[in-house]
């Protein structure tokens, strides 16, 4: 399973999830259709495999439901949300 945060990078830096990768899918919404070779240019880490599970998480939820959609487009089939998202994670105690 991999987590990803799909806030900006601003955002991401201020503070995230442990071991949750940034794909900032406001800026980058054709993220997940690109060719791995330049996935990795852009975003510094390999892209996930279709075959992963990714969960997706943002704000409040409503980008991350977006990258869900996003996903799914670009052929991923196990794809998740994290609905409650980071500002549920911080009020758990994060």
Same mark, same amino acid.
């Given at each position: 399973?991999?987590?990803?945060?799909?806030?900006?990078?601003?955002?991401?830096?201020?503070?995230?999830?442990?071991?949750?990768?940034?794909?900032?899918? &406001?800026?980058?919404?054709?993220?997940?259709?690109?060719?791995?070779?330049?996935?990795?240019?852009?975003?510094?880490?390999?892209?996930?495999?279709? &075959?992963?599970?990714?969960?997706?998480?943002?704000?409040?939820?409503?980008?991350?439901?977006?990258?869900?959609?996003?996903?799914?487009?670009?052929?991923?089939?196990?794809?998740?949300?994290?609905?409650?998202?980071?500002?549920?994670?911080?009020?758990?105690?994060?």
């Amino acid at each position: 399973r991999i987590l990803i945060d799909v806030r900006e990078p601003s955002e991401y830096l201020e503070s995230a999830i442990p071991t949750a990768l940034n794909i900032p899918i &406001t800026s980058h919404p054709d993220a997940l259709l690109l060719p791995p070779d330049e996935f990795q240019d852009r975003f510094g880490f390999e892209k996930p495999p279709v &075959t992963k599970e990714v969960v997706f998480y943002c704000k409040a939820g409503v980008r991350s439901r977006a990258a869900g959609v996003l996903a799914r487009q670009a052929g991923y089939e196990r794809v998740g949300e994290y609905r409650g998202s980071f500002l549920e994670w911080v009020d758990r105690g994060g």
